[in-house]
């Protein structure tokens, strides 16, 4: 079974920076698109950004273009996120999740993840 674990969450100042961590072992990392997802309090849990299994393609949702920037580095198993310019807005529980299948592609629904990491707080204060 897939294990998914973030890090690197805490509290940062509105316009700073901080750069989220998930190491990913038993499933097939280097053939799997990733996805960050948020949930903040009192809402419901919505996409961030998705990378394909590659690192090729990568979407982001509308609100974060330009401040958020996903990477996978398939030797080391390991997704990052890297959020900039970041507002209070951005408090949140921060989840990585792994797609189901291998080889399964991004896509606007935010669909078909089967493997969740246990979720780092980010808190922005402002």
């Known amino acids: 079974q897939g294990l998914l674990v973030e890090s690197g969450g805490g509290l940062v100042q509105a316009g700073g920076s901080l750069r989220l961590s998930c190491t990913a072992s038993?499933?097939?990392?280097?053939?799997?698109?990733m996805g960050w997802f948020r949930q903040a309090p009192g809402k419901e849990r919505e996409g961030v950004s998705c990378?394909?299994?590659?690192?090729?393609?990568?979407t982001y949702a509308d609100s974060l273009k330009g401040r958020f920037t996903i990477s996978k580095d398939n030797a080391k198993n390991t997704l990052y996120l890297q959020m900039n310019s970041l507002k209070s807005e951005d408090t949140a529980v921060y989840y990585c999740?792994?797609?189901?299948?291998?080889?399964?592609?991004?896509?606007?629904?935010?669909?078909?993840?089967?493997?969740w990491g246990q979720g780092t707080q980010v808190t922005v204060s402002s």
């Open positions: 990378i394909s299994w590659d690192g090729a393609t990568t």
């Open positions: 038993g499933l097939n990392f280097g053939a799997s698109a």
């Open positions: 999740a792994a797609k189901r299948f291998i080889y399964d592609t991004c896509s606007a629904s935010w669909t078909g993840f089967g493997y």
